[in-house]
């Protein structure tokens, strides 16, 4: 099945920089590829998604790229803020619905 | 704002008793999910639906869970007996299956901590 490693597990940035989450596929079939945020006590929410015949997308301050050749795909944070302060889940999806979510990084933005 | 729904949010029982966990989809979507979210294992796929059929559900103990959808509104996810190792934060998600095969997006609820003492 697809395995989807995610790095680093924990980032901690100055407010105001940027954020770099980076995640790779094992499966070449995964052709889709969304990005969770996770609060405390709360679900998972979409945040931004990439499909495979695009290379990059962007919504206003996050942007998400993917190398289908590397088999890896990342997030970009600019301009972070305290309320970007989470975890964030990388997944893929193959050809049915099946989710393979990496591992997690928890992001802290210091004020 | 759809939202997907759940209840109830947090459950605490004690070994052996029965648990029942619902989710109300989002209105039209037509694929539900439950997860199961622990320190150790992450989010952990349970079981899916679509069209209210379960299509898989080879991530969920089978001896004492069970997933159903009575209607197109409401999903449970039932464990019978608990035990300690179930506590975890349970979700449900929906999402929409394109007509074309379009995948998008799954829509987390709340989710349901559950504590089995």
């Known amino acids: ?111 | 704002d759809a939202r997907v729904t759940q209840t109830p949010r947090h459950k605490v029982t004690e070994m052996g008793q029965e648990v029942t966990m619902r989710c109300q989809p989002i209105l039209g979507h037509n694929t539900v999910f439950w997860y199961r979210q622990t320190m150790m294992q992450g989010l952990e796929l349970l079981a899916y639906f679509r069209n209210r059929a379960p299509l898989d559900d080879s991530g969920m103990p089978k001896d004492r869970f069970s997933a159903e959808m009575p209607d197109a509104t409401l999903a449970t996810l039932k464990i019978q007996p608990s035990e300690p190792r179930d506590s975890a934060v349970y979700f449900c998600a929906s999402g929409s299956a394109g007509t074309s095969g379009t995948r998008r997006g799954q829509f987390f609820g709340p989710g349901t901590r559950l504590t089995v003492l």
């Open chain 1, 1 to 111: 099945g697809e395995n989807v490693e995610q790095h680093p597990s924990t980032l901690s940035v100055q407010e105001g920089d940027s954020a770099v989450i980076k995640c790779t596929y094992s499966d070449s079939a995964s052709n889709y590829f969304p990005w969770y945020k996770q609060e405390l006590g709360k679900g998972p929410q979409l945040i931004i998604d990439i499909r495979s015949n695009v290379g990059e997308k962007k919504d206003q301050r996050i942007a998400v790229t993917l190398n289908k050749t590397a088999k890896h795909f990342s997030l970009h944070i600019t301009e972070t803020q305290p309320e970007d302060s989470a975890v964030y889940f990388c997944a893929a999806i193959r050809y049915d619905y099946k989710l393979s979510f990496g591992a997690g990084t928890t992001v802290t933005v210091r004020a």
